[in-house]
């Protein structure tokens, strides 16, 4: 009886602790909502557990649908570990090897002796970027043959010696579609069907077709100067293997699940998948750690959409985003787990620039470092403060003397504590309501 009735007692504490969650994701999201005109679906699981799953926004404007749960998205670069996996099964059958050189598949590819799928895999192979390549979007509209997109990128000239360096490729995963089709003998989105897709029994997940009638299809959505407008259109001979796929958060939660349970591919090459190598990239997954807690997983971005899929092994988390208007995507998965992990959250909030002595800014510029290891330069120029990139400088307006937000709206700020003399003694960086303590190098 006395354990009957401390059950009973610890059960009112277990679900208080849940619709705290409930109630914490809701103000965040809704306030993402109204502030920053998020429209998506979201997926929080714990333990095992979905203990958060709702839709926000409209899956299609012109008809005034809401998104529901069931909505289909564009899942961009998610698309990657299913493309990874693919691999990694033919390299199990025996179709093919890690190590095998792209000249194999490509007789006449530059460099084609030196990289290897292992280096497509893990985006070492120093092969330029499709998507950084003008002449791309001048005919991203347009349907294309594998064979006129490879010449594409077989002109450009390497980034760097293969192996040597990391540079983000689309190439180089437009290339692992095209050896899936060529071990296989099938084309990449049957192979992909029928023995990556089909056997994580996931069933609201494809390789995208335009002229497929899709149920619960949402439709991308991209804001022009406070003007609501379709997203591009881009065909999907471009993203291919690296980006064509269009799932649901539901599917991404059970193939998040039979992934890492060894139903796609061997403990063994799960173990590949996941080794971080050159910036902690595995094979299609980053491996990473945010605010301490070890993080496995990708983003992705297509005109209209973006997502993001993360697992948190240790703390059993898994957190699914898919936004049909560019959401922040990551920001917003690292900050619903952050509710679950006790680290505080800002919700977002409408920023205001106020005017402030530019001399202040003095004791603010130099060089930074995250604990992800990513470097922050910030300059000032013109008596504006400015963080620094390498395409162009973004400006950071002030809201107080010690805080600023990013310009372009992206729900990014920079923070200040300041000494009794205004020297910066501590500095933070916020994205997505999460504050990251910056060192100063």
């Not at 791309?136 to 360096?165: C, H, N, V, Y």
Request: charged share 20%; glycine share 8%; net charge positive.
């Amino acid at each position: 009886m006395r354990k009957l009735i401390l059950l009973f007692l610890l059960i009112p504490f277990a679900v208080s602790a849940q619709m705290n969650y409930t109630a914490q994701f809701d103000n965040y999201m809704d306030a993402q909502v109204n502030v920053n005109d998020f429209s998506g679906n979201v997926l929080v699981a714990q333990k095992g557990k979905v203990i958060y799953e709702k839709a926000f926004g409209l899956a299609d404007r012109e008809q005034n649908l809401k998104n529901n749960i069931e909505g289909k998205f564009q899942i961009g670069s998610l698309t990657k570990q299913f493309t990874a996996c693919a691999i990694l099964q033919l390299a199990e059958a025996g179709k093919l090897k890690l190590n095998d050189i792209i000249g194999t598949y490509f007789p006449g590819f530059p460099k084609g002796d030196t990289v290897t799928i292992h280096m497509l895999l893990n985006h070492t192979s120093g092969i330029r970027n499709y998507t950084e390549i003008p002449e791309f979007w001048k005919i991203a509209a347009t349907p294309m043959e594998k064979d006129s997109m490879i010449a594409l990128i077989k002109r450009q000239p390497f980034d760097f010696s293969p192996g040597s360096k990391w540079n983000y490729s689309n190439s180089g995963y437009f290339l692992l579609g095209y050896i899936i089709e060529k071990a296989s003998g099938q084309s990449y989105s049957d192979y992909v069907l029928n023995k990556v897709i089909k056997k994580a029994g996931l069933e609201n997940t494809f390789v995208n077709r335009w002229d497929s009638i899709l149920t619960n299809r949402a439709r991308g959505y991209m804001k022009n100067r406070g003007v609501w407008k379709n997203a591009s259109y881009i065909s999907m001979e471009g993203p291919y293997s690296g980006g064509a796929i269009i799932s649901t958060i539901g599917d991404l939660y059970k193939w998040n699940t039979a992934l890492f349970g060894n139903k796609v591919i061997s403990s063994a090459s799960l173990t590949k998948m996941t080794t971080p190598y050159l910036q902690h990239y595995g094979y299609g997954l980053g491996i990473d750690t945010f605010q301490h807690h070890l993080s496995i997983g990708h983003s992705g971005s297509i005109p209209g959409f973006a997502s993001y899929l993360v697992l948190f092994p240790a703390d059993s988390v898994v957190a699914v985003i898919l936004s049909n208007n560019f959401g922040n995507s990551i920001a917003f998965g690292n900050a619903l787990a952050s509710n679950i992990f006790g680290i505080p959250v800002i919700n977002p909030y409408k920023h205001s620039e106020i005017k402030i002595d530019s001399t202040i800014l003095d004791n603010y510029i130099g060089y930074y470092i995250l604990a992800s290891s990513e470097k922050v330069e910030l300059i000032k120029k013109n008596g504006t403060l400015y963080r620094r990139l390498q395409s162009s400088d973004m400006e950071l307006k002030p809201e107080s003397n010690t805080k600023f937000f990013y310009a372009n709206g992206n729900d990014r700020q920079v923070e200040f504590k300041i000494d009794s003399s205004g020297k910066a003694i501590d500095i933070y960086f916020i994205s997505g309501g999460v504050k990251e303590k910056m060192e100063r190098l």
